[in-house]
C-alpha cells in the first residue's frame, strides 16, 4: 500500500476561476468552502494528507515588475493556510492539514505556539512544510536587503527546527494535571525554560501553550538540492518532491535512504510521496484527448509568459531577458532561489529544446505521465511504486469540485479496489497513519 496527499500549489488562493468547472465559488476563493469540501472528499478517499504552498511577497522577477503575477494571480494573493486549518480541522476527523511555513521568516516561538495551537483544534492531525523561501522579495518584507545566501538558509533552518522541538518538549508529558481537589492546572516542575542559545536565534522559553496530541506535530519538507534532503533526512516525516520519471524517482528515494540511515533513522521513518497531475476520463480515449488539449493550451503566448514568469519566480532570474527561439544559456551558479528547480529547467534544455520549447512543454509538477481511466491510471501508479520503492504521490490538480471528484470520487476508489491504498483509517493521529505502513 502507499499514501496519498493532496498538494494545494496555489496555496490558500484565487483557484480555477477561469476555467470551465471554476462554480460561482470561485469568485468566493477567500472564503473555506472549497477547502471544507475538498478535505471532506479527501477523508472520504482516506488520503493522508493535504497541503498548502505559501509564498511570502508579490514577485516581480518577470520583466522586472509585478505585471504578469497580478494579471494572472500566480504566486499572489496568498492568505495564510494556518487560519484556514482550524476551520478544515473542525469539518474533518482523521485527514492530516499541513500549512507550509518559511523557517527563514516565522520567529520559531511563534510558529510552535501556532503548531501546538492547530494540534489542538485539529485532534492531533496538523504539521508544517517547512520550507526555507527562496526570494530577495519576501526577505524584504521583512527588514532584510536580500535573502540568505542557499546553504545558510538551511543552517538557519536546522537551528530554527531544534528550536521549536525543544518548545514542544517545554512541558514535560503529565504537566497539565487539572486536579480539583487541589485547584491545580498545571505541575510547574514540569514545565521548564529552554535557555536557547544559538547561532541565529536566543529563546527563554517555556511556550506558553500546551503541545498538541501529538506533540511533535509532522514534519514535512520539499527542498531538493543536497542541503534540503540532508535538512529532511534530520527532520522530516515526510518529503515532497518532482523528480522526473521512475528511474529518478528510485534514485531520490534511495538517495533519502541513505541519507536517513547516515542520520540514525530507518528508511521507513520519511514517506517520500511524488508529485502528479493525472489526467482522467471514462474511457482512455478521452483522457488522451483531454491531455492533448491541456498540452495545445500550454503553447498561447499567454501560457508561455505565465510559464516564463513561473521561471522567474523559481529562479530569481528574469527569464523575459532571453530569447525565446535559442536554448537557455548556462546559468550555472547564478541562482539563488530554487536548486532543483533551475536544474530541472538545465535538464529540459539539455537536447538543444529552444525556450519556447521548454516554457510550452515543461512540467514543473509531474514526476509520471498518468493519463487514463481510473483504472488505467491506477495500474500506472501502483507498478511505479512498486518499481520505486517510494511511498505514494501527492496530486496536484487543478482546484475545482469536478477536478477533486474525479481523484476522490473516481481514481481513489479504482485505487482501494487494487488494495493499493487504505480502506480506513486506523489511527486518530496524523503521524500514525502516515507512519502505519
Ligand atoms: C513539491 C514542492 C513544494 C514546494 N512548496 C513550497 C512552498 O509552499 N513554499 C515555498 O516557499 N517553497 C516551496 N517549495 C520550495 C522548496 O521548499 C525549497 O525552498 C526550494 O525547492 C529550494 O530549495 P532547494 O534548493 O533545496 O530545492 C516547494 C518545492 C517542491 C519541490
Not at 494573493?77 to 495564510?80: E, N
Given at each position: 500500500m502507499f499514501h496519498m496527499g493532496w498538494f494545494?500549489?496555489?496555496?490558500?488562493s484565487v483557484q480555477s476561476w477561469r476555467g470551465t468547472w471554476g462554480g460561482s465559488g470561485a469568485r468566493e476563493w477567500m472564503k473555506p468552502d472549497l477547502y471544507v469540501d475538498m478535505a471532506r472528499s479527501l477523508e472520504r478517499a482516506c488520503f493522508d494528507y493535504m497541503i498548502f504552498e505559501d509564498g511570502l511577497m508579490i514577485p516581480d522577477a518577470y520583466q522586472g515588475n509585478m505585471q504578469a503575477y497580478l494579471k494572472y494571480n500566480m504566486e499572489s494573493?496568498?492568505?495564510?493556510p494556518t487560519a484556514l486549518i482550524g476551520i478544515l480541522g473542525q469539518a474533518t476527523s482523521r485527514i492530516g492539514l499541513i500549512p507550509t511555513l518559511s523557517t527563514s521568516f516565522y520567529p520559531p516561538f511563534m510558529a510552535a505556539r501556532m503548531l501546538a495551537t492547530l494540534d489542538h483544534l485539529t485532534d492531533g492531525r496538523v504539521g508544517g512544510n517547512l520550507v526555507t523561501s527562496s526570494s530577495h522579495r519576501a526577505a524584504q518584507n521583512f527588514g532584510y536587503e536580500k535573502h540568505f545566501e542557499h546553504d545558510l538558509r538551511y543552517r538557519m533552518a536546522d537551528e530554527w527546527i531544534d528550536l521549536v522541538g525543544r518548545l514542544w518538549e517545554s512541558w514535560e508529558p503529565g504537566a497539565v494535571v487539572f486536579d480539583e481537589e487541589t485547584g491545580t492546572f498545571a505541575d510547574h516542575t514540569k514545565v521548564h525554560t529552554v535557555d536557547f542559545e544559538g547561532e541565529f536565534f536566543r529563546c527563554r522559553g517555556p511556550l506558553n501553550a500546551v503541545p498538541g496530541p501529538q506533540g511533535r506535530p509532522v514534519i514535512c519538507q520539499a527542498g531538493g538540492s543536497p542541503a534540503g534532503r540532508e535538512f529532511a533526512a534530520r527532520n522530516a516525516d515526510t518529503v515532497i518532491c518532482v523528480p522526473l520519471g521512475v528511474e529518478a524517482m528510485k534514485a531520490y528515494r534511495d538517495d533519502m535512504s541513505a541519507r536517513l540511515i547516515a542520520n540514525g533513522r530507518k528508511p521507513s521513518d520519511c514517506k517520500v510521496l511524488y508529485l502528479v497531475r493525472p489526467v482522467l476520463g471514462a474511457t482512455d480515449d478521452e483522457a488522451r484527448e483531454k491531455r492533448r488539449r491541456i498540452q495545445a493550451a500550454q503553447r498561447t503566448d499567454d501560457a508561455i509568459a505565465t510559464q516564463l514568469a513561473v521561471m522567474s519566480y523559481f529562479s530569481?532570474?528574469?527569464?523575459?531577458?532571453?530569447?525565446?527561439?535559442?536554448p537557455l544559456p548556462d546559468?550555472?551558479?547564478?541562482?539563488?532561489?530554487h536548486q532543483s528547480s533551475m536544474s530541472r529547467y538545465a535538464k529540459d534544455s539539455e537536447d538543444g529544446k529552444t525556450l519556447r520549447e521548454l516554457a510550452a512543454t515543461h512540467e514543473t509538477t509531474v514526476s509520471l505521465e498518468l493519463v487514463g481511466t481510473p483504472d488505467t491510471v491506477a495500474a500506472l501508479m501502483g507498478e511505479a511504486m512498486e518499481e520505486v520503492g517510494g511511498d505514494g504521490f501527492l496530486i496536484s490538480n487543478e482546484l475545482d469540485r469536478r477536478g477533486i471528484a474525479e481523484i476522490a470520487d473516481g481514481l481513489a476508489p479504482a485505487l482501494k479496489r487494487r488494495g493499493l491504498i487504505r480502506e480506513s483509517y486506523t489511527h486518530e493521529y496524523f503521524r500514525d497513519n502516515l507512519l502505519e505502513f
Open positions: 494545494v500549489g496555489s496555496g490558500f494573493p496568498r492568505h495564510d530569481g532570474l528574469d527569464f523575459s531577458q532571453f530569447d525565446l527561439d535559442k546559468l550555472t551558479g547564478q541562482v539563488n532561489g
